[in-house]
């Protein structure tokens, strides 16, 4: 068993200001419709920026797919306004300086190859993104050194040393009460690590720069304490605030800001200090401001006010002293609006352990969605992970079980019964397919209230990050259909005509609100079921969702597998076909 012992290692000297500011409003993105209407503001949505020491793995792809789908949420239903988001790499630091030099190559080339993944991960998952920012390039390193002289000028960077912990694997400084010393029960060997992230720590001494992140204690308290709850789920938001005011916490001391350049090169060098390279950390939480047009001097992309704020930054939950503490105090002391939401996700697992390259438990999402395809991998990571105050274990057994049973089963077998050319031909017109039945039997009462009330649930669980309960909500009612249709049985000689039409247009108005709500999950396949029922490309809003408002439609005239049937390798099907 690891034993854990608390350090007592002493931190460096410490100095502090009082805060001279005020948070600003930070509303939830449910919030967002009405706070655009008077403004030329864009919605904005990041997520994380890579770091490109290993290749992307399917935690990646779920930081980049929440953003997504928030950001053509945003697009759908705020046709008028714009809607950009923005993904990328983080390519400074110690780590990609020591991969480099491992390897015995230029930091730069390494951090090429590796980007260019992400962005391939990207396009093959179809993340509809519009600007990709790298730290290496040259917009990005004006912006960084921008801030720095502000943060410069307005007196809240100071030279100092520093003694203590920091941990190479995270980029990142420790403080003193989140380092333990570990003993490893093969070896015997002790070391110390990051009780936060469980990496190996290294005890470092040495001249840099400080900011004075302890000026803006309680504006960040109280940001946090807002009623617009910044910090998404709540419990992520409860636990940062019961850390920060428990009783000897250091995770609002001033920060160390720099690095000896004789210990780090790979980095932007401090400005009219080449002797020290700006930490890699505060280097990559500007790129959100750099993707947005700062600093803003004319003549950008996105002038100011366009953008900024991010109206959702996309985040894993590891990161969130960085995007909840330290970026919000940069943006206080250079009197920038704050992000309105930090959407705070959990991690993808195998055997209930975190995925990494060391562990040797990464899932490969290129192979997965070139398998499964894309809009099935969209779906399951969003399904299973859509519950972002939670872990989420990855299976290819619980893919297979998930296609076959819900995909498969539900809405393709649904689209199949509804496409039959022999039952099409049992209505007694066309118009049938998508006209209300003046008669609403017993047996439609709950179907017909679920596809009723399925707009604004499906709304209401985006609003508040339950995409897994969004997505549910959809597959209710698509059960739902499918007893519908097998208990009226309109394949049958012996059906009337009135329940030929009931189960015709209902199964049929089932698909055409899914398809429209889901078009957010699974782009392409939602396009292929909506074309299928001939549903009119312009009546796929959010308001074309009310029940009989489908509006007149070319009826199927052949029958359509929407989902076919997969094998996964190593299957019990697979094996009994061989």
Not at 109 to 134: M, P, T
Not at 267 to 282: A, F, L, N, R
Not at 304 to 314: E, H, I, M, N
Not at 355 to 362: A, C, F, H, L
């Amino acid at each position: 068993m690891v034993q854990l012992r608390v350090a007592t290692a002493p931190l460096g000297p410490r100095l502090r200001a009082a805060a001279a500011q005020t948070p600003r409003a930070c509303p939830l993105l449910a919030r967002q419709s009405s706070s655009l209407a008077s403004s030329d503001k864009q919605f904005y949505a990041t997520t994380p920026i890579f770091y490109v020491n290993a290749a992307p793995h399917i935690g990646h792809l779920h930081s980049q797919l929440l953003a997504d789908v928030y950001t053509r949420y945003s697009r759908w239903r705020n046709p008028d306004k714009g809607a950009v988001m923005c993904t990328g790499t983080d390519e400074h630091g110690l780590k990609i300086q020591r991969v480099a030099e491992a390897q015995g190559i230029p930091p730069k080339k390494l951090c090429d190859g590796v980007s260019e993944r992400f962005k391939d991960l990207a396009r093959a998952a179809n993340v509809d993104y519009q600007i990709f920012i790298r730290t290496t390039e040259e917009r990005h390193g004006r912006a960084v050194e921008h801030v720095w002289r502000e943060l410069d000028k307005r007196g809240y960077i100071y030279k100092s040393s520093y003694a203590g912990w920091y941990a190479v694997s995270d980029e990142t400084y420790v403080p003193e009460d989140a380092v333990g010393e570990v003993i490893d029960p093969k070896s015997g060997e002790k070391y110390m690590v990051s009780t936060e992230t469980g990496t190996r720590v290294e005890w470092m001494e040495e001249e840099n720069y400080k900011f004075r992140l302890s000026a803006f204690r309680e504006p960040l308290l109280e940001w946090l304490r807002s009623d617009a709850s910044p910090v998404q789920p709540p419990p992520r938001a409860d636990a940062l605030l019961a850390e920060l005011t428990r009783p000897g916490n250091t995770f609002l001391d001033d920060l160390s800001i720099s690095r000896p350049a004789s210990r780090l090169t790979w980095g932007i060098s401090v400005p009219e200090d080449p002797g020290h390279t700006i930490y890699v950390w505060i280097d990559a939480l500007v790129n959100y401001l750099t993707a947005a047009g700062y600093p803003w001097q004319g003549g950008e992309a996105f002038e100011k006010g366009k953008l900024w704020p991010p109206d959702l930054q996309v985040v894993g939950k590891d990161i969130i002293r960085f995007h909840a503490l330290y970026l919000p105090a940069v943006l206080l002391a250079l009197d920038l609006p704050l992000p309105k939401t930090l959407l705070t996700h959990g991690h993808w697992t195998m055997d209930s352990m975190k995925m990494s390259k060391s562990r040797g438990n990464v899932a490969d999402p290129f192979e997965a969605m070139q398998f499964w395809g894309v809009d099935t991998i969209r779906m399951y990571l969003m399904w299973w992970g859509g519950n972002s105050g939670k872990d989420a274990d990855y299976s290819t057994a619980t893919i297979e079980r998930f296609y076959k049973k819900d995909l498969e089963a539900q809405v393709g077998n649904l689209a199949s019964r509804i496409t039959t050319p022999k039952v099409l031909k049992k209505l007694e017109s066309p118009e049938l397919l998508w006209t209300m039945p003046t008669t609403i039997e017993e047996d439609d009462k709950k179907l017909l209230g679920l596809l009723q009330a399925l707009p604004a649930t499906y709304e209401r669980h985006l609003a508040t990050f339950r995409v897994d309960e969004a997505i549910q909500s959809v597959f209710d009612a698509v059960r739902e259909a499918n007893w519908h249709i097998s208990h009226v049985q309109p394949w049958l000689k012996t059906t009337s005509p009135s329940a030929v039409h009931r189960a015709l247009f209902f199964e049929s108005e089932t698909l055409r609100i899914a398809g429209i709500l889901l078009q957010l999950i699974m782009p392409e396949k939602t396009k292929v079921l909506l074309d299928v029922l001939g549903v009119d490309p312009a009546r796929r809003r959010f308001e074309d969702c009310e029940v009989g408002k489908g509006g007149e439609r070319t009826p199927p005239t052949e029958r359509v597998q929407v989902f076919p049937t997969v094998v996964a390798p190593g299957s019990a099907t697979e094996e009994k076909g061989k």
